[in-house]
């Protein structure tokens, strides 16, 4: 059993991908060929913004959007402190202090109220109003932009959250890694209302390729210009021509031949993922009414593209249920057991693990069971009946 069948998926296109790859080989345009080109319009298209930029990966995706805005020295970069590290990773690298942000509880994704006292004690340099690193109580920072994450495929509360953000005149990017195809009041993911939107392509993520990858959005001309010029060394009128400095963050042409494969398949496959995820709520309903396993909650303003299903296991259980379901070879994996604001990169910043409660907690009992559009019935009901099992050792 996989946690996610990248195996069963090729099955199904694996023709089709090596007709894509054998087009590649034959016209010789390993980098910037014509598919990247083609996989931009269909990715702009099925979102619905104006401009698409494959890149290189999730990660350069989000450092580019901050670098469109000059993001640097003396900018406060707000983001949530239960994501992946390269969410706060980018701002650092720019030399700009991330502010770790709590997450609601029920949805895991950023907690408006706590970035609104976030924002009033950066320009108070109060920690009293919200937890601080130092940098931000002994230096005046300038609220520069917010970093939403998409956790687990749910989008974030993006009415209230860019309400407060254009209050104070600050960048928002949408981190949309592990969110292609979720949708939010009527809009899919990458085309959110942020300035800027980044994705993954990672072979995990619900779009992924075989290797790195990723693609940044947007509506403004101004930004779609500055983006492609920063993914090849800030070149100008050519890649010999450079006027600002900018990053090797090129797509691959053989990593967006794969994607277009299966961009092919991805609606039909968002459409499972929907049915297994009911299947699951219904399967784990008994074992949440007698040992609390909470499964995860969608908003009703949007639905979610299930890059991974995420239960929460109370009562300091999780690893040794998880323990228990790796000898029975049943996979699971924590994203993520330390939140961003107690990881040894940020240790100098001076957090405390209870600065951010909810994506402590979260970080301690959430645990990923295996999902993908092609797991089978059965394998489901092995895995409730291993996890039932296991609770009541």
């Known amino acids: 059993m996989q ?3 990248l195996k069963a998926q090729q099955a199904k296109i694996r023709d089709t991908i090596e007709c894509r790859i054998r087009t590649v080989l034959d016209h010789g345009t390993y980098i910037m060929g014509p598919e990247v080109r083609e996989l931009e319009e269909r990715l702009a298209s099925h979102t619905g913004a104006k401009h698409c930029i494959g890149c290189s990966s999730g990660t350069e995706a989000l450092l580019m959007a901050l670098m469109a805005w000059g993001v640097g020295p003396g ?15 980018v701002a650092s690298l720019l030399g700009a202090t991330p ?51 998409n956790l687990y495929g ?6 209230a959250l860019l309400s407060i953000a254009r209050r104070h005149e600050m960048f928002s990017l949408e981190d949309a890694a592990q969110s292609f ?18 994705t993954s392509f990672f072979p ?36 010999y021509d450079n006027v600002r400095i900018g990053l090797n ?27 297994i995820a009911t299947r699951y709520e219904e399967s784990l309903a008994p074992l949440g009414a007698r040992y609390g396993i909470r499964t995860p909650k969608i908003s009703p303003a949007g639905q979610s593209a299930w890059a991974q299903y995420c239960v929460r296991i109370p009562g ?38 209870h600065d951010v409660p909810n994506a402590l907690e979260a970080s301690q009992q959430v645990l990923a069971l295996p999902f993908h559009p092609y797991l089978k019935e059965e394998d489901m009901a092995r895995i409730v009946t291993a996890l039932e099992d296991a609770l009541n050792d």
């Open 99 to 149: 502010v770790m942000v709590d997450i609601k509880p029920d949805t895991y994704t950023l907690d408006p109220e706590q970035f609104e006292q976030a924002v009033a004690a950066v320009l108070t340099r109060d920690p009293s109003l919200h937890p601080l690193p130092g940098q931000a109580v002994t230096t005046q920072l300038t609220p520069k932009a917010v970093i939403p994450v």
């Open 316 to 353: 300091g259980k999780r690893d040794t249920v998880a323990g228990k379901l790796k000898e029975q070879g049943i996979p699971t994996n924590i994203y993520y057991p330390t939140p961003l604001h107690m990881l040894g990169a940020f240790s100098a910043m001076g957090y405390k693990p």
């Open 3 to 5: 946690l996610i069948d």
């Open 204 to 239: 995990g993520k619900p779009l992924g390729c075989y290797g790195d990858g990723g693609a940044v959005f947007t509506d403004n001309d101004e930004y779609a210009t500055l983006l492609r010029s920063i993914r090849i060394h800030g070149m100008g009128a050519n890649k």
């Open 75 to 89: 900018d406060a970069v707000f983001a949530p402190a239960l994501t992946f590290f390269a969410t706060a990773e």
């Open 154 to 159: 749910q989008t974030a509360d993006y009415d």
């Open 249 to 275: 963050a090129r797509l691959d042409t053989m990593q967006a031949a794969v994607l277009l494969c299966k961009l092919d398949i991805f609606d039909k496959e968002f459409d499972a993922r929907q049915k």
């Open 181 to 198: 195809g979720a949708h939010y009041k009527g809009k899919r993911s990458c085309a959110l209302g942020c300035d800027i939107a980044a």
